[in-house]
């Protein structure tokens, strides 16, 4: 089990990602031959270097960290597509999603997850130990999870996957445990870096949010935050879109996991679909 951390302060590593090199699987996307493959490259403008030791925080909306670089995902387990686990008949995906820009489809490149993706061309992967994407509505990640040859999950298929065939409060169990999941932060995020509402749209989509120290974990960091279908983080980390049209999300984030229901029955239906903020994250789900 990865260790909770805590700051009353913002701080944050000196550079931007440390990365496991891994090698990127091949995606099957639409219109897309999987044997051509996927390359990514890191743009010259980033350095790839992460510094271990702890500074003071520093971030402008500028800075476009890329900690996404060598994303692979997982063998698809019981005929899904690869990164997802199947559940009582449909597949999951075993991590929250990062994004890929596929706007050249010759040559993907990791999206900044920090980053709304606008208008962008972006695919959802789901990999572990990458930053999942934050800051993303409903619309923009059902797209993602279309040209991935995925969908949003349902309401009911997303509740499944997190409480298990036992109908669990939390993916662990009924008791809540603190620090199995990335599910709780003293300090708002936004107070942090912005400083007191009333906050614009733009600013709660800030790219340098969940830049701060004891934001957004790696996905599959918390190793024991996992169902009992072996998918990771559905309580906490990032808020979840889910299919319903008039705009749900679910699990809550790594600010709260209490407020608007407890673990997996935490619930969030205040915005329509085409709202994001710094904690709206999703994945997708598929038929096998």
């Known amino acids: 089990m990865s260790k909770r951390r805590s700051s009353s302060v913002w701080v944050q590593p000196s550079a931007w990602c440390r990365v496991a090199w891994l090698a990127l699987a091949c995606l099957q996307l639409p219109g897309i031959a999987a044997s051509a493959g996927f390359s990514t490259r890191l743009p010259a403008s980033v350095d790839p270097v992460y510094d271990s030791d702890f500074e003071d925080f520093s971030c402008v909306a500028t800075d476009d960290p890329q900690p996404n670089v060598g994303l692979s995902e997982d063998p698809g387990a ?7 686990v199947l559940i ?15 706007t050249n489809p010759g040559d993907p490149v990791p999206w900044s997850p920090y980053r709304n993706p606008g208008s962008t061309m972006v695919v959802a992967v789901s990999a572990r130990a990458a930053v999942p994407q934050g800051a993303i509505s409903g619309d923009q990640a059902a797209a993602a999870c279309q040209r991935a040859g995925k969908r949003l999950c349902t309401d009911q298929e997303w509740l499944r996957a997190c409480q298990g065939p036992a109908g669990l409060t939390y993916p662990y169990g009924n008791t809540r445990l603190p620090g199995v999941c990335n599910d709780f932060r003293a300090n ?18 800030h790219p340098c949010i969940n830049q701060q120290f004891d934001t957004v974990d790696r996905a599959g960091s918390n190793d024991a935050c996992v169902s009992a279908d072996g998918a990771f983080d559905l309580m906490g980390n990032l808020h979840e879109w889910t299919a319903d049209p008039s705009g749900t999300y679910r699990g809550g984030s790594y600010l709260d996991t209490m407020v608007n229901g407890n673990g997996c029955l935490y619930l969030t239906t205040a915005h329509t679909t085409d709202y994001a903020d710094y904690g709206t994250g999703f994945r997708c789900c598929a038929d096998p």
């Open 78 to 84: 019981g005929g899904c597509p690869s990164g997802m």
């Open 88 to 102: 009582a008949g449909f597949c999951i995906d075993r991590f929250e999603a990062a994004l890929l820009d596929i």
């Open 188 to 205: 708002h995020p936004v107070l942090e870096y912005i400083g007191p509402p009333p906050w614009t749209p733009e600013q709660l989509q």
